[in-house]
């Protein structure tokens, strides 16, 4: 049996243990009592999930087996890899494609669901028989079975023969394996994306956990029990969906090049939008503990975002988005299966909280503005109105796709300016949930009146508005306007800090355990700071002063926004005189990057001849010269030194690219210079195509004996000797072939010499050569002739036009307020994490103890 039938084997050992696994469990529970669940069924539904369990990590292994194994006779392995990428690159591929993925949530599930078997006791049948029937769908995806003509699933194992049979090649020979496979997308060639997707399906998956409490507890009739357990897990996944977000963000910062961190596309907002509803849902159940209000409210809102997410799976993977997202996977002909998926669950939903939606307990109590708990009810309406503006315009290509399937023809098209139009109604979000954090925070701790809370919003009232009035001041004087809505949101967003504050040391001073709420307010107001900072107030320092157009062909911003930089040339910018220095690579073992200068490029694309010693900063040489090392061609490293005119402080940063005709032309990365008060954010927006023939000059011919001094155009050179040639260039020679290398150096600009080696060689009788190229100068040597009788040496001089980039740069002030409060964030998760794993519960039928009188209960 092969690694892909043993693949595909597990793929239906795991769906059909999903199935008995739903069936046993769900028998176990039908029909009794939460905790009293029929064992013997209960038996069969543990047994199957931990074969279920088997199952799936037999899939991961066979599916990573053939990645790493480079088995490119299967199509998954050849789509998504390739034989020079790292292993944690081919970690990556294992989730590149829509199947790994899936995989990859499956996974996921399995670890949940036994961490659900070994601790939700008298839960465990309903919520696990809840768990194994969206396994079931999920891995429904990944079966790749046919029934009669229905397909089900994609499988990751399909054979290349199969997937593309059409293929000439397998005409001529049915067995044909690629010798190389396709690669991993040049754009997530990146460390963010080892970690990053695992991250946000751990996210994906933990909502799971809160809905099959909810389900689970409508079904049993425990319309408040479930209440409990669903807290604590909608911590874990309002943690792990936020940082999974997150890390999205900062991978596109550092990896694409649009200037920023967030682009409101299709396939982030379909992460965003189940993420504010989370934190809502996740508000209402504090509700519920803390007031005994608002559990309708939390049954919506927990069912509300897992559904969410299954219709982010629907819209990312269907392929409705089309070339409305950048991050969307092409359809695999699964959009009728997700979309099944997607109304299974709804409809189930629906169902469930239609029959017990009057048994839902509600309060009596009228809440007034002195209870804390109307704010927090405000604030998870205006969580969720933030997402349904998202949802609503994210949604624009599914109502195309709807109203196309009756045959009629939409003319809805999403905005033109997405940031502008998601930005205007997220901003006044944003100042609303940083205004609603601190005044609930406040009155959260307290017996609260018209008097206790007009002292208890005074100091951080004032000093919010010193604070905001001396920003806006600063910030006018050095010349930039602060329209109102910036104001607001600086206003509420330093008051959601200094409110937050102020309750932490109020509970430090009465020897309280912090609130993890707290200290998670305070990231989240940070946050809006350091979006408003960053995003509001980034300034393009690249400008283009010359006042010389770069092409009539460029688009108008890059000509205004971008500097022309010539190799080995100093030009201004800003307050900072830039030097582009050359090209580099990446070499494997070598730390920072090589000069492609001391390399020499063989037949292999992967592998290049040291043509000197390579040594780094640090004084080890790496490479002797002659030595074959192995180089990551794919991306070239612009080596870019900044010198601060006005401070002195000098730093290189190494943006890099490559052109890729098909993913649009030039991909460009950014380098980042860290500060603590801004980012120097930089990307390369243009340099020479290294695919087109450079148009060469007529060669000018120069005879001259050692030591004499050769003309070049702009440039002098000094022909300082010539010497027999070793294999260095990969010449393949013979004992009877002959090969020559002179040793010419270049003096360029600023005094910079170049050593310059071309060879002369004859081999099996017939004359060859070898030129060398200086591509800071523009000047290519050839090594044409030499004359024993007249010790004459003949060099051939052609020109072209010099090396350079055209670079954009920005200044990101305070973004670091962004990482740092997601980071507090993430931190105030884990605390209230922590504390509700020691803080004694309410019972089912009486309100949790207000913090005030037992402050070992934290909100």
């Known amino acids: 049996m092969s690694i892909g039938d043993w693949g595909h084997l597990s793929v239906i050992v795991a769906f059909a243990a999903a199935v008995v696994s739903t069936l046993g469990y769900f028998m176990a529970a039908r029909g009794r009592k939460l905790g009293e669940p029929d064992e013997s069924w209960l038996r069969i539904g543990r047994g199957a999930f931990v074969v279920h369990g088997l199952a799936v990590l037999g899939v991961i292994v066979a599916l990573f087996g053939i990645i790493h194994g480079h088995r490119y006779e299967y199509y998954y392995a050849w789509s998504h890899s390739s034989n020079h990428l790292p292993v944690h690159y081919m970690i990556s591929c294992f989730w590149e494609g829509q199947e790994g993925s899936f995989l990859l949530w499956i996974f996921w599930h399995v670890v949940l669901g036994a961490f659900i078997m070994r601790g939700a006791k008298q839960w465990e049948a309903p919520v696990m028989s809840v768990f194994a029937f969206v396994q079931l769908f999920l891995v429904s995806m990944i079966l790749g079975v046919m029934v009669g003509s229905l397909k089900v699933g994609s499988s990751p194992f399909i054979l290349m023969k199969e997937f593309m049979p059409d293929l000439p090649v397998y005409k001529l020979n049915p067995d044909w394996v690629p010798q190389d496979g396709n690669g991993l997308n040049a754009l997530l060639q990146n460390y963010w994306m080892v970690i990053h997707p695992p991250t946000l399906f751990l996210g994906f998956a933990l909502t799971l956990v809160p809905f099959a409490y909810a389900i689970a507890g409508l079904w049993k009739g425990e319309l408040t029990k479930w209440v409990q357990p669903a807290l604590r897990w909608s911590l874990w996944g309002g943690a792990v969906l936020g940082i999974g977000t997150m890390m999205g963000a900062y991978w596109a910062y550092e990896t694409l090049n649009f200037g920023g961190y967030w682009n409101w596309d299709p396939v982030e907002n379909a992460v965003y939008i189940p993420w504010l509803v989370l934190v809502a849902g996740l508000h209402a159940l504090v509700l519920w503990q803390r007031g005994r209000t608002g559990l309708r409210t939390a049954y919506a809102l927990v069912v509300a975002t897992f559904l969410l997410v299954l219709y982010a799976t629907f819209l990312t993977r269907s392929g409705v988005l089309g070339n409305a997202s950048v991050h969307s996977f092409t359809d695999l002909g699964l959009s009728g299966q997700l979309l099944l998926y997607l109304l ?248 920072g990057y090589v000069n492609k200068e001391l390399l020499f490029r063989t037949a292999d694309e992967y592998k290049a001849l040291a043509r000197a010693d390579i040594k780094q900063e640090d004084g080890k040489t790496y490479y002797k010269a002659g030595d074959t090392l192995e180089i990551r061609p794919e991306d070239t490293y612009y080596r870019v030194e900044y010198n601060d005119t006005t401070s002195g402080r000098e730093f290189v940063l190494y943006p890099r690219a490559q052109v890729n005709q098909e993913m649009g032309g030039l991909l460009a990365s950014p380098d980042v210079k860290l500060f603590w008060d801004h980012d120097i954010y930089s990307h390369v927006s243009s340099v020479p195509d290294p695919s087109k023939e450079k148009d060469w000059s007529e060669m ?144 089912a039928g009486k309100p949790a103890a207000r913090p005030v009188r037992q402050p070992q209960v934290v909100a």
């Open 344 to 591: 299974a669950f709804l409809v189930l939903s629906i169902a469930m909280l239609a029959w017990r939606w009057r048994q839902i307990p509600v309060t009596d109590k009228e809440l007034t503005m002195y209870h804390p708990e109307l704010w927090v009810f405000i604030g998870a309406t205006v969580l969720c109105l933030g997402a349904f503006q998202v949802f609503v315009t994210t949604s624009i290509p599914v109502y195309n796709a709807l109203i196309g399937f009756f045959g009629v023809k939409s003319n809805l098209a999403l905005p033109a300016d997405q940031i502008a139009h998601y930005t205007k109604i997220q901003l006044w979000m944003g100042v609303f949930i940083a205004l609603l954090s601190g005044v609930a925070q406040l009155m959260w701790w307290q017996k609260n009146d018209k008097e206790s809370l007009s002292n208890t919003l005074a100091i951080p009232g004032i000093l919010t508005l010193l604070l905001a009035s001396l920003i806006i001041l600063l910030v006018r004087n050095n010349g930039l306007q602060v329209p109102l809505p910036y104001i607001a949101l600086l206003t509420t967003g330093l008051f959601g800090v200094l409110a937050n504050a102020a309750m932490l040391l109020q509970l430090l001073r009465r020897r309280v355990r912090l609130s993890g709420g707290a200290v998670s307010h305070i990231g989240v107001a940070l946050m809006l700071l350091g979006i408003l900072a960053s995003a509001g107030y980034s300034n393009i320092i690249s400008r283009n002063t010359s006042g010389l157009l770069y092409s009539r062909e460029f688009p108008d911003e890059l000509n205004r926004d971008n500097v022309l930089l010539w190799r080995n040339q100093a030009a201004q910018m800003g307050p900072y005189k830039l030097t582009y220095t050359g090209q580099f690579y990446d070499v494997p073992g070598v730390p």
């Open 700 to 843: 000018q011919e120069q005879a001259v004996s050692l030591g004499d001094t050769l003309i070049l155009n702009d440039y002098i050179a000094v022909f300082k000797g010539a010497e027999p040639a070793k294999n260095l260039a990969g010449l393949g020679l013979s004992k009877d072939d002959i090969a020559v290398q002179a040793d010419v150096i270049v003096s360029g600009e600023n005094g910079k010499q170049y050593h310059v080696h071309p060879i002369f060689v004859v081999k099996n009788g017939l004359v060859g050569r070898v030129p060398d190229e200086v591509e800071a100068l523009g000047l290519r040597i050839t090594f044409n002739n030499l004359d024993p009788a007249t010790g004459k040496f003949t060099f051939g001089v052609s020109t072209t036009q010099k090396d350079y980039i055209i670079l954009k740069a920005m200044e990101k002030p305070f973004i670091n307020l962004l990482w740092s409060g997601t980071l507090l964030m993430t931190l105030g998760f884990g605390m209230a994490i922590w504390q509700r794993g020691r803080a004694p519960q309410a019972t």
